[in-house]
């Protein structure tokens, strides 16, 4: 059962812009928290940002900070990732998750829903 759906990755170059999406196709995510996380190969699934179930708190991880965007449109049960000035260390499968709780110390263990992820290349 599929119940988180990611979109919008796709190869880019250097210094491009992407937006990913994430939308809910069987639970109600205007309740959790919410965030993204990543996974390169051959290393682990890594913080990015969350945010959340208002909106109104979020937290990047140092990498990301000042280029990555996330938000939220709770009418929509939609979740978003705005990537801008992309570098080829950004290059991993992105994934959407929902969770109880926001926090400044996320960890995978602590989301309760998963999407299955979308590819995101940045070529140098």
């Known amino acids: 059962q599929v119940l988180l759906v990611e979109s919008g990755g796709g190869l880019v170059q250097t210094g491009d812009s992407l937006r990913l999406s994430c939308e809910d196709s069987?639970?109600?995510?205007?309740?959790?928290?919410m965030g993204w996380f990543r996974q390169a190969p051959r290393k682990e699934r890594e913080f990015v940002a969350n945010i959340d179930k208002d909106g109104v708190l979020t937290h990047y991880a140092d990498s990301v900070k000042g280029r990555f965007t996330i938000s939220r449109d709770n009418a929509r049960n939609a979740l978003y990732l705005k990537m801008n000035n992309l570098k080829p260390e950004d290059t991993a499968v992105y994934y959407c998750?929902?969770?109880?709780?926001?926090?400044?110390?996320?960890?995978?263990?602590?989301?309760?829903?998963w999407g299955q992820g979308t590819q995101v290349t940045v070529s140098s």
């Open positions: 069987g639970i109600n995510t205007v309740i959790y928290a």
């Open positions: 998750a929902a969770g109880p709780t926001w926090s400044v110390k996320p960890a995978p263990a602590h989301y309760y829903y």
